[in-house]
């Protein structure tokens, strides 16, 4: 299969099996900053949309233990950054319909929570197609070293993602039956 054909795929099984049961475990993730010392405080997430992982009880406990938080913002020219953002701030919503913090202080996490559509067990992933991730940690990876944590539920894995030289593997997935 192509990535579009896994992405409609999975998206559709995504939506139809949306669960409060599914959660990412906190201590699976510690695990793996633990485990690869990865001390940097700094941590970037999303707000989740259209059934993503919800990674906002992690973000609110890593800022409750004093990490500095960052969401992603849509720039011109199909870039991203990350900014700031308390769990108590508003957020706006841009044209994809995403909320996005509203702070103008752009912040390079040291960790990185992906969303993703679809992964396979060598840390490749599918987003939504628009390459935003693989060209921020492109080019953030020029600037410092970051470490790329995707959050999936298990039945999104596939057995091979088809890459290309844009494609940027993650570090970890991290998803409700385990990481990998």
Do not use: C
């Amino acid at each position: 299969m192509d990535k579009f054909q896994i992405r409609k795929k999975i998206l559709k099984i995504r939506r139809k099996k949306l669960s409060n049961n599914f959660k990412i475990e906190l201590k699976s993730l510690v695990k793996i900053l633990k485990k690869n010392k990865i001390n940097g405080k700094i941590l970037g997430g999303y707000y989740p949309y259209n059934y993503e992982i919800d990674p906002l009880v992690i973000l609110s406990k890593f800022e409750n233990s004093k990490y500095t938080i960052a969401l992603p913002k849509i720039q011109k020219n199909y870039r991203m950054d990350f900014f700031g953002w308390s769990t108590s701030d508003p957020l706006t919503i841009n044209s994809y319909g995403i909320p996005e913090p509203i702070s103008e202080k752009i912040i390079y996490p040291d960790i990185l929570l992906v969303p993703l559509v679809a992964f396979d067990l060598n840390k490749n992933r599918i987003g939504y197609g628009g390459g935003f991730y693989d060209r921020y940690l492109k080019r953030i990876k020029k600037l410092k070293k970051v470490t790329a944590i995707g959050l999936a539920y298990s039945f999104q894995k596939v057995n091979k993602i088809p890459n290309n030289q844009h494609d940027i593997k993650l570090d970890y997935i991290i998803t409700d039956k385990g990481s990998f």
